[in-house]
């Protein structure tokens, strides 16, 4: 079995036993072969769960930088790109994310640091994309851009629980309405005229 193979072995046990419910002869059954031989490619558990951990939160990082570094019609299009690239990150990476929502904390020491460094720089991105939207007039300047930062991490990281393949809506689609939810809020720009209280009242008499 090759190291690859391995962490995608341990990624969906752990998914389905959870971390510490998994041995190191359970991931060497899954992919056939004998507990000793995984040594010749992975040390510990714990170096596993840090690889599964550090592969999506490198490719999450990566496409952000992109994002932050090309040109866009203005904040809210990048951040649109954002939402979408994450979406398509928690879409083809389901088992690595909800690892790392549910099992983190068994990481320590130095393999903790760099995956919080990495998840630091993500925040610090998405952080100053808002903060320039708001700058350049494009988001509202009247919320506090954390509590905005968060409510995107928490609307975008749910998308784990219901986001299919194979759905109706693609995920640009879906990028879209999010970020029109976000970011233009759920008010009509016109309310229709049959919208008031008179207009849905039971005919009189």
Sequence with gaps: ASRIEIIEAAAALFRERGYHNTSMADIAGRVGVLKGSLYYHIHSKEEILF???DRFTDLLLE???ARVAAAAADERERLQ???ADFLEIIR???DEIAIFFNERRHLAGEHWRKIDAKRTRFG???L???RSGQREGTLRDDLDPTIVMLAMFGMVNWAIFWLKPDGRLSVPEIARIMSS???DGLRA???PATAGPAARAEPQG
Excluded: H, W
């Design 181 to 183: 939810i976000l970011f």
């Design 189 to 191: 720009a016109e309310l």
């Design 63 to 65: 496409k952000t930088e």
């Design 51 to 53: 690889e599964i951990l």
């Design 81 to 83: 790109g954002i939402v």
């Design 128 to 130: 100053g994309a808002i």
């Design 92 to 94: 083809d990476y389901t």
């Design 124 to 126: 610090a991105l998405l």
